[in-house]
Each structure stands twice: as C-alpha cells, then as structure tokens.
C-alpha cells in the first residue's frame, strides 16, 4: 500500500529521505511554491510524532501517523465532525436546512486538505505536473458544486455560486488582505509587482467580454421578436472554447515561458518548518486521500445542491443570496485566511496571486468547463448571467484593475473593495427572485421589454 | 461681541509669531480660494474716529469687499426685493443665482479664518463639511419641497461639472500656458479619489440595474429603496475612512506645496477676522445662503417655462455652474501656475465629497423625514457618470499632463450638456407623486 519505508525515515529525521526527496523534485525550479500552496501552508500545524512512535506495531504506527498529518494537520480540524453528522443528518432524516449548514462546514476542512494533499502529490510529480494539479484542483470544491448542480438541472445555482466565488475572491479575499495588510504596516511602503496584476486583469476582462456578448445578443434581439435560445447557447459554446484556449495559454505563461513573474518571494529564515522542502507523506497514500476526500465532497456538495432551496425557504433569505455570498464564503475561507496571513507581513504579491489566480481559474476555467460539460449532457447551460449579475461582474472587475494597476497598497484600497461587497451583498440581500418552476428554462428574469 | 483686539493687533503685525504655531492645514481648497482675495486697504478706514465703529467696518471691508466676486453682492438684496414685490419669477431665480456665488466664495473664506483657531484637524473636517454648503443647502431645499428630481439632477450635475468642467478648464489652460515646461503631479491623490469614486458609482448602478432587470416598477420599488439606504451607509463609512485617510494617517500626500514667493499677501498665515465675528458671519451668511436656495428651489419650475430650458438642463449644467464658480476660478489660476497638485485636489476633492457626503447624505435625510428618495439617478445620467468618472481615471492615471487632456475632458463636458440641453423630460417624481408648489 503505502511506501512504509518513507515515513518511518522521517519519523527519525534522518537525512537520507531528504536526500532521496531533492532528488525526485525536479532540481530546474525546485517545487513550485506558487502563492496557493504558501498561503495554505499557514493553516497547518506541525504534526507531534512523539505521541504515535510509542505505538508497537510499525504499520499501525505509520498508518496513524499518515491519518496524523493529513486529518489533524491543520487548523480547520475542528470543523471536520460536520462531515459524519452531516451524513448522519441526511440519513435520519433531520431538517434539510440543518444538512444544509452542516455541509457547509464540513465543506471548509475539506477543501483545504484537498489542497494540501495536491501540494504533497506535486513533490513528486515536478514542478509542471505539480503546477497543473494545483491549478485545476485549487478551486474543487466550487467546481464540484457546479457540477452536482448542473447535473440536477439548478442551472441558477450553478451560475450564481461561480460568479459569486469570483466576486468574493476579488472584492472580499483582496480586500480585507489589503485593509489588514495596509492598517498593520502603516508606516511602511507596500509594494507589489504590478505585471502579475496586469495578466489577470486582461484575462478577467476577455472573461468579462464573453459574458456580456450573449447579453447584449438577447437585449439586442428583444425587439424583433425573434427566439434567439440557440443562438445564444451557440455563442456560449464558442466562447467557452475560446475561453479554455485563453486558460491554456495563461497555463503555459505561468508555468513555463514566464516563471519569475509568478514565483513566490523566497524567504530565509522566516516561518515555521513547512518551508524545507519535503513531502510528509507518500505518493501513493496522498493519492488515496485525494481521491476519498474528494468524493466526500462530492457527497456533501450533492447535499448542498439538493437542499439549497429549503434552507432558502426556511431562513427566508433569497437563494440568490445564498448562492453568490454564503457558498463561496465557505469555500473559500481556508485561501481567504492564507492571503490575510501573508498581507500582515506585506507579502503582497502572495495575497495577490492566491486572491487573483483563483478568481481567474474560476472565470476561465471552471465556467467554461461548466458551459462544455452542460454542452455534452444536452443541458442548456449559456454563459448569459442576467443583467444585474454581469452588471456587478464588470464593475467589480473595473473596480480591481483599476485598484491594482499602480503597484502599491494602503488600506483605503482594501475599505474600498470590502466596502464594495458589502454593496453587493446588499443588493442581493434584497433581491428576492423567484424560484424558477420550470427546470429547462434557464432565463430567470421576467424582463418587462 | 467680536474680538475687537485681533484686527488691531494684526495691522501692526504683532501677532505673526504666535500663529505660525497653529499648523492650520492649507489644504487646496483654501489656497484656491485664496486666490480670490484680495488684500483690504484699511488705510480709508482708519480715518474713521471712534474705534468700535472703525473695527467694525474694517471687519466689514474684510468680509463683504473681500473679493473680487463682491461686484455680484447687490444680486443678493434685489433677489429679496424682487420676491417680495413679486417681479417675475425668473428674475427671481436669475437673481437668486447671481447672488450664490459670491456668498459661495465667503462662506469658504469665513471657513477658513475659522479653521485657523480650531487647529488642523477640525479645520480639515469644516472644510470638509461646509465646502459644497450650497450643494448641501440647495438639495436639502428641493428635497424638503418634494422635487426629488432636482435634487438628483443637480448633485449629478455638481459631480459632473467638478471632473469635467473644472478639471478640463484647468489642465486646459494650465497646458497652453506651460507649453514648454512639464506638468506633474502626484498620482497617488488622483488614485484614491477615483477609487472612490468608482465605489460611488457602483452604489449608483447597483439600484439601476437592480430596476432593470426586475420584474415591474411597483415589485421593485421598496428593494431598491432598501438597497438605497444601505448602500448610503456604505458610502459614508468610505467618506469616514477617506477623512481619516486624508487627515491623520496619509496627510503628506495631501498637503498643498508650500509657495514663498506667492502673489498676495494672503498667504501669510494669520486670520484677518477674529474667531467670535467669523462664526456669526458664517452663520448669517449660511441664512441668506438658505434664503437664496429656497428661492431657486421655488421659482425653477417658471424659470425653465418662460426661457424654454428643460428643468433638467438647469439643474445639471446651470446650477453647478455658478455653486462652482469660486472654486473654478481658484482651480485654473493655480493651473496657469503649474501647482496641479492643487487643481486636482480642488476638482478631484468636491467631487469626491459630493458623491460620497452630501448624496449619501440626502438619502439618510429623506429616509429621515420619510422621502423615497433612492440611488436610482436613471439610465442616461448614471451612464454620463460612468463615463465621465472613467475617462477622469484614465486621464489621470500616469501623473503628467497636457492641454489635450484638458480639451477632452472640456468636450466632454459639452456633449453632455447638449445632451440634456435637447432632453426635454416632464418632471417624473417617481413613486412620491407630490408636485411642489
């Protein structure tokens, strides 16, 4: 099963594992260390390996070890008995709204360890393959939920939880990253390169582009009369593969052509142990996890998506709201953490690239996957998100690029953006739509022409 | 009454030493208006005998003679004739108008020698507070008399004519005037006023779309009004924050340059009127001020009938105009100087304050006294405010400028107003269906 020689190595601390393990990573760029993972790293604590070694048998001992690392590794752990009573919740029969809630919270742990198992995976891997994995699971939970969502047919679950996740990773995660980072170093200068900015303001913008197109496409149609249902569902669908196109190429930018604009700052003696440069647990026991870990999410998004409109009904909040602030909260919060951590130590240019990179992987990744999978299970999914929303998406991303644009910080550009969310929130706060009826009809707003 | 001392002791200029101590903050709306004034020659006035009178017409001649825009003056007591003997209305409103801008001009002068006693930092927020007093004034006015409409229009059109107008005069002239030499600035100002901005004009859109996109305009009425209130909540903790921003933490990137060698004598530092006589003026100046604004308020309607002007083209182009004028003038003379750093901070600042104090404040105020008055400024003017608001943070963004920009933002300006100027629009009041008198 698992490489029992390797933990038992680095139970001892001895320095042949360490050796072995440079080795195998990729010694051209060493492991990636992008934003995501560093950030990340601060949720962890380091695991006390004493208590276990006192344990008899060595495979018992090193499998408790791995459970260890990977279960009682971070600080988010206590969040982790939602996860059986959500499942408990669901099978008894409680109030919906409850496994509502509960799988929320059992959400957060999850996508956490979910990232961390893919940092440990990527060790092994090198530093390209590495850097893929994180780029397509840094964000699995939103894409799972999207994707339970699309396949029960809540199109307008699915549209509002991406386009929220990528309003809370530009407005909120930026903006208090800012605002705490500007208040605690006041009399400091803030600085940040400014070109990793740039880029994914440029690829938010074509994002921006491709959603407004079909939009303005049915405003501009109204008048004639005319349906223009498929046409618009052809645009999407062509837009969509534009959109995977212009990921690809950022993909290839960031991994490969431009590396140093997107490297983390390296720092000598500065945090905790999570810096030395070693996985702490095997390749293949961090695959099993990764994979059971995310079909727990996949089960606790399923409750998610299947409950979402009793909780609306019964807390009497919209599930516009729902979808756009509270889901995207919970998923995001172990990053949002991370990327306030680093802003503290006017380590901007990581809470930029953790709060940038996963809006952009969100907006050209996970969306047009979304519009491509609806595509080949015949669902009618466009990238037309009503007016108000697209509305929201393009100031808020004018807002951001312009925020950004000149390199460095203080706090009044962090009150601006957390204040321009709570704005957001307001107004979906009031937004009360109504649910829609019929399930194929993905159109919620009743335009009055 | 006043502290008759002062005016002695500073003509003979005792008093020099002990104000340089009270570091008063010379921020660009004081040193623009400053240039406006113009040294009073008490040399006639100390021909009067008896003291009490001669001091009391020296703080007179401070007060009223003060300033190049005191030829407007006599506007002031024939508004009030022409009111009372019931002249036409129009010349009412023409009148009234007229007689603004001077009282505009002293009510930022009288702000000014205040702030000199209260300190930096009240006097910082004063002028803050009482800089746009006749924007404030002049909206609480139509709100009170139920035109919510021109209310709106002529806040949308303060903010329009401070970026446009203002700006594209002085980087204009500033330009033609310093063709060979380089114009800077400092660009970290510019960057927070546009943020702001930018928030202000997410608060506006957000209402709009939100009726939009909605269902029917009776469903969407009372969210929109809801999301109004809150989002004017937001908008004054964002102008809190900037205060703070502004006056305590990152002062240094405000500060008006210190000139030495400056044209009138005004630039030294002490007040040339006592605290005592600066407050009452400031008082009584504000009640003519009000007086004047309820008659605009009043006599709007029969203005725009008799010259065939739509209300709106007044209230957006005409009444920014002259509530501006002081602030104007002060803003090209420190461009045709070089000193954009004020310009800006003249422009960027009331504009600034107007979207996110004085709008913010109305909503509260109408919420108050139970007006829907909501955030929804319409599709046409919230699309003139977004365009304007980006183009001024595209220009404004790189630090240097030229008349080019000044020309732009100048025809910018104009295409706006001919576009309200072929508007004609009947008053819609929205949900609250009361015509004022």
Not at chain 2, 109 to 132: K, R, S
Not at chain 2, 390 to 397: D, E, P, S
Request: aromatic share 8%.
């Amino acid at each position: 099963m698992e490489s029992a020689g390797e933990l038992s190595y680095m139970e001892n601390g001895e320095s042949n594992k360490r050796l072995m393990g440079k080795e195998t990573c990729n010694n051209n760029g060493g492991v990636i260390r992008t934003a995501h993972n560093r950030s990340n790293s601060f949720m962890r604590k380091k695991s006390d390996p004493i208590l276990v070694s006192t344990i008899r048998f060595q495979m018992l001992r090193q499998f408790l070890t791995n459970l260890q690392q990977v279960i009682f590794g971070t600080k988010l752990a206590v969040l982790f008995p939602a996860i059986p009573l959500a499942i408990a919740a669901d099978y008894y029969k409680f109030g919906r709204p409850w496994i509502f809630a509960l799988s929320l919270l059992g959400l957060t742990p999850l996508a956490e360890r979910v990232s961390f198992l893919t940092e440990q995976i990527a060790y092994y891997t090198g530093p390209t393959v590495g850097g893929l994995l994180n780029a397509t699971c840094g964000n699995a939970t939103e894409l799972i939920i999207a994707l339970f969502a699309l396949y029960q047919n809540k199109i307008h679950v699915l549209k509002y939880s991406l386009m929220g996740s990528v309003l809370s990773n530009l407005l909120l995660v930026l903006g208090t990253s800012l605002l705490c980072g500007g208040l605690a170093n006041l009399k400091k200068e803030q600085r940040y390169d400014r070109k990793q900015a740039d880029v994914n303001s440029g690829l938010l913008l074509l994002g921006l582009l491709c959603h407004m197109l079909p939009l303005m496409f049915r405003y501009a149609a109204q008048p004639s009369g005319i349906s223009i249902a498929e046409s618009t569902l052809e645009l999407s669908r062509a837009s969509s593969v534009v959109m995977l196109v212009a990921y690809i190429g950022y993909i290839i930018f960031q991994l490969k052509t431009h590396r140093q604009i997107f490297d983390a700052q390296g720092d000598g003696g500065e945090d905790e142990d999570e810096d030395e440069e070693k996985a702490v647990i095997g390749f293949w026991s961090g695959f099993s996890w990764l994979v059971g870990m995310t079909l727990i999410i996949a089960l606790l998004s399923e409750y998610v998506v299947g409950t979402v409109e009793a909780a609306s009904e019964t807390w009497g909040i919209s599930i516009s709201f729902i979808s756009i602030i509270l889901i995207p909260i919970v998923g995001n919060a172990a990053e949002h953490a991370g990327a306030i951590i680093f802003a503290f130590k006017n380590k901007l240019d990581i809470s930029l690239g953790v709060a940038l990179g996963s809006a952009t992987q969100i907006s050209m990744f996970a969306v047009p996957l979304c519009v491509v999978v609806g595509w080949i299970m015949r669902i009618p999914m466009d990238l037309d998100f009503s007016l108000l929303e697209t509305g929201c998406l393009a100031l808020t991303i004018l807002v951001v690029a312009f925020t950004l644009q000149d390199g460095t910080s203080h706090y009044m550009k962090g009150v601006v953006l957390c204040l321009c969310y709570i704005a957001i929130s307001a107004c979906f706060f009031v937004h009360k739509i109504p649910a829609p009826l019929d399930q194929t009809n993905v159109n919620l707003e009743l335009n009055s022409a | 009454m006043a502290s008759l001392q002062e005016p002695w002791l500073l003509e003979t200029g005792n008093l020099k030493g002990c104000s340089k101590e009270i570091r008063h903050g010379r921020t660009a709306h004081n040193m623009s208006s400053s240039s406006l004034r113009k040294k009073s020659d008490l040399t006639l006035v100390s021909k009067v005998r008896f003291v009490m009178l001669r001091q009391f017409l020296t703080n007179l001649q401070e007060v009223i003679l003060g300033t190049k825009l005191s030829v407007l003056f006599p506007a002031v007591p024939l508004a009030i004739v022409a009111q009372c003997y019931g002249f036409g209305r129009p010349w009412v409103f023409a009148l009234s108008l007229l007689g603004l801008t001077p009282l505009a001009e002293r009510i930022s002068f009288l702000t000014e020698q205040i702030a000199y006693y209260t300190g930096p930092t009240v006097g910082g927020l004063l002028n803050a507070t009482c800089g746009n007093a006749t924007e404030l004034i002049i909206a609480i006015f139509a709100l009170s008399q139920h035109k919510i409409d021109v209310v709106k229009y002529s806040l949308l059109g303060s903010v329009l004519s401070n970026l446009l107008l203002v700006l594209g005069t002085s980087l204009f002239c500033g330009g033609i005037a310093n063709l060979r030499r380089e114009q800077k600035y400092d660009r970290r100002q510019a960057d927070v006023n546009s943020l702001l901005l930018l928030l202000a004009l997410l608060c506006h859109s957000l209402p709009l779309l939100f009726r939009m996109s909605g269902a029917s305009a009776a469903l969407t009425a009372d969210p929109t009004l809801q999301l109004s209130r809150a989002s004017s909540i937001v908008m004054l903790i964002a102008y809190v924050s900037y205060l703070v921003f502004q006056l305590f933490t990152h002062r240094q990137l405000f500060e008006a340059q210190e000139e030495s060698e400056d044209d009138d004598g005004v630039s030294e530092e002490e007040p040339v009127i006592g605290f005592w006589s600066g407050f009452i003026w400031l008082v009584g100046m504000t009640a003519v001020i009000a007086l004047l604004s309820e008659y605009v308020v009043g006599t709007i309607e029969d203005a725009s009938n008799s010259w065939g002007i739509s209300v709106s083209f007044i209230s957006i182009i005409l009444l920014p105009i002259v509530g501006n004028a002081a602030e104007h003038a002060g803003a090209i003379i420190f461009a045709f100087k070089n000193k954009l750093d004020i310009s800006l901070g003249v422009a960027l600042g009331s504009a600034t304050q107007i979207s996110m104090f004085v709008v913010p404040l109305c909503i509260v105020v109408a919420w108050i006294m139970g007006i829907k008055m909501d955030l929804n400024f319409n599709l046409l003017e919230t699309g003139s405010l977004a365009l304007s608001i980006i183009a001024v943070a595209f220009t404004l963004q790189d630090g240097t400028s030229h008349y080019l920009k000044g020309l732009v933002l100048l025809l910018l300006y104009i295409v706006i107003g001919a576009c309200f100027f072929v508007l004609k629009t009947p008053l819609s009041n929205g949900i609250d269906t009361v015509i004022g008198a």
